[in-house]
């Protein structure tokens, strides 16, 4: 019985310090600047990932789309799926939800995997216009995507996202391309 609690609290410290790390200070969200205008209904619907830092979560898996849809409570319904291995491998999904910790920035979400753990999603960048791309990290460097609403992203476009994630500090030699179906 108290390796079965020892054991848990292990991994429920883990999981704090992973997915929710401490809250972010005005200062600090200032620092990062983000994008404060986010049009959340405009940023529902499906975005492809183009590329990101790799992860346990998201290891071998390839043609990931993450789908957000707006609740009536305010809230985000959030559907991240991908294939394992190969575009034409087994499909994986993990459903959360997601709520503004700050009505006042919507460019910063915290997203529920596990209840209660929730880890901070950052748009960095966004097509503010279009809303046809975006940048998310987190409250680490440890985090970073690159998204776009069709499964390939113009180079041109790409290489903005890099440099800014750069101009924040990202390693983003770290970055790893993420194969997409063609359109």
Avoid at 124 to 151: C, F, H, M
């Amino acid at each position: 019985m108290l390796k079965v609690k020892f054991s848990s609290l292990v991994i429920s410290a883990i999981l704090i310090i992973t997915l929710g790390g401490c809250g972010l200070s005005n200062e600090e969200l200032e620092k990062m600047d983000i994008v404060k205008n986010v049009d959340l209904e405009r940023y529902m619907g499906t975005w492809y990932e183009i590329a990101r830092f790799p992860h346990g979560f998201e290891k071998n898996l390839v043609g990931v789309t993450a789908t957000y849809s707006l609740r009536a409570d305010g809230k985000v319904d959030v559907l991240n799926q991908g294939y394992k291995y190969t575009l034409d491998g087994k499909l994986k999904q993990a459903k959360a939800f997601a709520k503004l910790p700050d009505p006042e920035v919507k460019g910063r979400l915290k997203v529920f995997f596990f209840w209660p753990f929730g880890a901070d999603y950052i748009i960095l960048e966004l097509d503010e216009e279009n809303y046809q791309y975006a940048l998310v990290g987190s409250s680490s460097k440890n985090y970073l995507w690159i998204l776009s609403r069709t499964p390939q992203m113009d180079p041109q476009t790409y290489d903005l996202l890099v440099s800014k994630a750069a101009q924040r500090g990202y390693d983003v030699g770290k970055l790893e391309m993420v194969p997409q179906k063609k359109e």
